[in-house]
């Protein structure tokens, strides 16, 4: 299926979650926050979250720093 992450076309295999879809991109789970179309998605349900073709999924990595 064909996601849209941070702006980029991405194919990805039918039936990923969140979870799997920052497994995939191997991007560390800490400190990450994770918007599908335009909704914030809570951690705790990164693994229940389905993703579907054509959802845009914007990824944030929070760097702290002073």
């Not at 064909?2 to 400190?31: C, H, I, K, S, Y």
């Not at 389905?50 to 990595?61: M, Q």
Request: aromatic content about 2%; glycine content about 14%.
């Amino acid at each position: 299926m064909t996601l849209f992450v941070n702006g980029e076309q991405l194919e990805a295999p039918d039936g990923l979650t969140v979870a799997g879809l920052l497994e995939m991109l191997e991007v560390r789970t800490v400190g990450v926050a994770v918007e599908r179309n335009l909704t914030v998605v809570p951690r705790a349900e990164h693994a229940a979250t389905g993703l579907e073709p054509g959802d845009r999924i914007e990824v944030v990595t929070l760097v702290g720093g002073g």
